[in-house]
Each structure stands twice: as structure tokens, then as C-alpha cells.
């Protein structure tokens, strides 16, 4: 059973974190905090997870929870189902705010601690009803990171555990339930260490604060991200130095339904995916990707040097990315466009429109689109296009890209209209001299080909 009623005690990065959360799954959420600024600070988090929900899933989203900033504990604890500890870490604080939660909320209450580390046999000494208390420590931000810890006292009732295992997993969460508790449970234990020989490191000037995060978010921040650390190991070999142990059991154990080479192509897919991801967010590992295939870009438009133009020229090779499917891990509709919209720009740059030239403060803009999908590919399946220079006269540009399998299935086509356009003025204008010479070179050329199947068809119009 879902509570219905969540009490939140400490309105720190934590606690609103998980009012974001709870109230974006449709969870009645009070909050109470001494803080005069509570107020302002759930606003802006609450704002944040908004505009991160409207992106996270293309599901349908439930109507959002209620938020109610009280006046004192047991205003807000009166009737709740669950009450979120979230006070700072000082075991005396937490003590006695749990003292007065216990004292003032119903006796069938769930309550947890998002403590980074403090016992809970330590906070739950002096409750009444011990049973019903275990951390559960999560991440920041609260609302996006589905991890969060799980520690039970000697005391907690494992079927309330359970129950509230199950809560957070309808909430979109992953909760870990760690075997015994220890004085900063795992996550502070592993953070810690990582931040002393971080610290260590800068400040004995082996590396710059800069240069240590590049290594993290270009290198084995990306491994960790999809495969966590043991696993990861597996993948390096690492486990031949631990063979025989019950570290290297266990190993087995989590991967072991999959062979060497079947999980080197999950992690090379996810890698491919976090860092197509953060190539969109121009950012991290993204940023490298994205000067990559620029250059990659541009290597391609120069070696079309116009030499033969009698045939469709193309203008983009690739396969298709695990992020570009759909559930059946089909190619889904908006990277059709994608595909084709890749094809012109390639276009673009061989006949000079390119970096340097827009820049300057011309390019070319699409104003008019018509796709046909044909047939499905599937994720990892090797795609090309070509391009056809159906009209290059004063302003305009005219292309028919044809989007094929490598085995030859004509997947799609795709016509595109593009205006020249000053950037500056942001009204049309003629191509640059040696735009509009390498243009009519093609379109001469162009001119002999068949008229593709399909050129200006209006959407549902008969086949002729």
C-alpha cells in the first residue's frame, strides 16, 4: 500500500529533493523547516525537477502531489503514512528531531533518515517504536538519481523494509539494501576515499582540480555510469587478480549471463549513448565527441572535389545509434529527419557551406520537409544516404535524399527546401560566388538523372 501522506523534516538540498520527487508522482507532500528561506528554495527546486520531468520519459505523467509548507513538526507529521528525516548531520540534531517526529506522528508511520552515514541502531536508540525506522539515503538531485541506500537497524522491522522498498520503486527509484550497517554506510565510504586522494592530488599539485575532472568525465566516469565498478573490472581483466575470492563470485554471479564479448557490445552501446547524450547537452565527454565529428564532417565534404557528380552523391554513413529506437528497437520517426536533415548539412559543407562560411553570416535554412518511411531498421544496422541536386536557382535549394540499408533496402526518402538567407539581416540573398558555382556544377550534372520517385508528392497523394 502507496502512502498517501509524505511529511518531509529539513527542507535542505535533500529534503526538497525528495519533495520534488514525491510530488512529481503524484504524492501529497508537507514540509516543515525552520529556515526562512524554505519557501524560496523548494520553489526553485521544484521549477528544476519540472523542467527535467518534461524531458525525462515521453510517458504520460501522473497529475502532480500537493506541497504544504507547515509551521512546526507536528503540523506535518500529524497524519502522515511516511515522514522523511532530513535534518543536518549532527547525531544530536537528528536525535531529538526524530524524538519529536516519533512523539507527534501516528504510530503506524514509517519513518527514515536520509543520514549519510549515522548508525541507525544509533538514531533509533531512545524510540518507541524502533521497528519502524531505517535510512534511506539518497542523491543529489533527489528528483533525477534513482539510487538510494537502504540500511536497517538491528531493530527495523525487514517487512517494513519491504514495504517501503516497494514504495520507492513506484517512484521511479532504485532502492539498495545494504547487508549490515557501518559508520558511513557505502556510498560515503567510497566518496570519501575518492575525495581524500582527490584533494591529496591537487593540492600536492600532481594535477589541477580541471585536469582530474577531465580524466573522471572523459574516462572511467563513463564506465562506472552503466556498469559500475565490479563490473567494470570484469571488463579490464581485473578479475584475475581476485580469482578464487568471494569478491570474484559474486562478479559471476551479477554478469554471469552474459559472455565477454556480450558485454563489451552492452557497454559500447551505452557508452555510445551517454556520449551521444552529452553531446547534445554540449558538455563533458560530448564536447570531445562533437569537435570529433566535425572534423569527421568535414574530412568528408573535402574529398568530394567535384570531379564526378554523375550519380547521387553520398552524404552520410553511420548505423543506427541504441538512442535513435523506438521500444521495438526500431529507428523511430523524429531520426528519419535526423538522417536526412545530417545529409544536407554534409551537402552543405561540399559545396562550401561550412563553418567558416556561416561564420561569415550566410547559410542556408530548410523551409519546407516531406519524408516517406518505407521500411524499418533496427538498432546498430548500418545506414547510408545520397543526395540529389534537384534545383539550385537564385535563392533556393532543392534535395532529394534517398536513405538506404547497407544490404540495399530503401528505408526512406526525403525532400528538403532550403532559402539562402544572410544571418545578419536575416532576410534571403544570393549565395556566395563559390557557393553558387559549385552548386550549378552539380545541378549540371543532377540535371541528367532520373527524376526521383516520389519528387513532390503531397502526404497521402497516390502513386502514379
Known amino acids: 500500500m502507496e502512502p498517501e501522506s509524505v511529511a518531509i523534516i529539513g ?65 506535518a507529521v500529524g497524519n502522515a503514512d511516511w515522514i522523511f528525516e532530513s535534518v543536518p548531520e549532527e547525531i544530536d540534531l537528528k536525535i531529538a528531531t526524530l524524538q519529536e517526529i516519533e512523539a507527534e506522528a501516528p504510530e503506524t508511520s514509517i519513518i527514515t533518515s536520509s543520514s549519510a552515514g549515522i548508525m541507525p541502531s544509533r538514531l533509533q536508540k531512545g524510540m518507541k517504536n524502533p521497528e519502524r525506522f531505517f ?58 576515499a575518492i ?59 551479477q554478469s554471469g549471463q552474459f559472455s565477454l564479448a556480450e558485454l563489451e557490445r552492452i557497454r559500447d552501446d551505452n557508452l555510445v549513448a551517454i556520449q551521444q547524450a552529452l553531446k547534445a547537452n554540449e558538455w563533458g565527454a560530448g564536447l570531445v565527441l562533437g569537435e570529433y565529428e566535425k572534423k569527421l564532417f568535414d574530412a568528408g565534404a573535402a574529398k568530394s572535389d567535384g570531379s564526378d557528380y554523375s550519380k547521387p552523391i553520398i552524404t552520410l554513413e553511420r548505423r543506427v545509434p541504441p538512442d535513435w529506437t523506438d521500444y521495438n528497437n526500431h529507428m523511430n520517426e523524429a531520426r528519419y529527419l535526423q538522417c536526412f536533415g545530417d545529409a544536407t ?21 530548410t523551409v519546407e520537409t516531406h519524408i516517406r518511411h518505407l521500411e524499418e531498421v533496427r538498432v546498430n544496422e548500418p545506414i547510408y544516404a545520397t543526395t540529389q541536386l534537384i ?19 530503401l528505408l526512406a526518402t526525403g525532400e528538403h ?30 540535371a541528367n538523372l532520373p527524376v526521383p520517385e516520389g519528387l513532390g508528392r503531397a502526404v497521402g497523394q497516390k502513386k502514379r
Not at 527509484?173 to 565510504?189: L, R
Not at 555510469?225 to 563490473?231: D, T, Y
Not at 559543407?349 to 567558416?356: I, R, S
Not at 534545383?391 to 533496402?409: E, P, Q, S
Open 11 to 75: 527542507a535542505g538540498v535533500l529534503g526538497v529533493g525528495w519533495a520534488a520527487r514525491l510530488i512529481e508522482n503524484a504524492v501529497a507532500v508537507k514540509i516543515y523547516d525552520p529556515s526562512p528561506e524554505t519557501e524560496d528554495r523548494l520553489a526553485r527546486v521544484l521549477d528544476q525537477a519540472e523542467r527535467a520531468y518534461a524531458k525525462l520519459t515521453m510517458a504520460a505523467r501522473p497529475e502532480k502531489g500537493s506541497i504544504t509548507v507547515c509551521n512546526s513538526i507536528a503540523d
Open 135 to 192: 535510512a534511506a539515503r539518497p542523491f543529489n538531485p533527489v528528483y533525477l538519481l534513482p539510487a538510494v541506500e537502504i540500511v536497517a537497524g538491528p531493530a527495523t522491522s525487514q517487512r517494513l523494509v519491504e514495504r517501503g522498498n516497494s514504495f520507492l520503486s513506484a517512484i521511479g527509484m532504485k532502492p539498495v539494501q545494504i547487508n549490515k550497517e557501518t559508520d558511513g554506510f557505502v556510498a560515503s565510504k567510497i566518496l570519501g
Open 195 to 253: 575525495w581524500k586522494e582527490a584533494l591529496h592530488l591537487v593540492e600536492k599539485d600532481v594535477c589541477t582540480a580541471e585536469e582530474l575532472d577531465e580524466i573522471i568525465r572523459n574516462g572511467f566516469g563513463l564506465q562506472f555510469a552503466q556498469m559500475g565498478l565490479f563490473e567494470t573490472l570484469q571488463l579490464a581483466d581485473g578479475s584475475e587478480d581476485i580469482a578464487g575470492t568471494n569478491v570474484a563470485a559474486q562478479m559471476k554471479l
Open 391 to 409: 534545383d539550385a536557382g537564385g535563392k533556393k535549394m532543392h534535395v532529394f535524399h534517398h536513405l538506404y540499408h547497407r544490404d540495399g533496402t
Open 417 to 446: 527546401l532550403l532559402l539562402h538567407v544572410s544571418l545578419k539581416e536575416r532576410a534571403t540573398c544570393e549565395p556566395a560566388a563559390e557557393v553558387r558555382a559549385n552548386l550549378d556544377r552539380v545541378a549540371q550534372a543532377h
Open 345 to 365: 548539412d554534409a551537402f552543405m559543407k561540399m559545396m562550401g557551406v561550412d563553418a567558416e562560411y556561416i561564420e561569415a553570416g550566410m547559410s542556408f535554412f
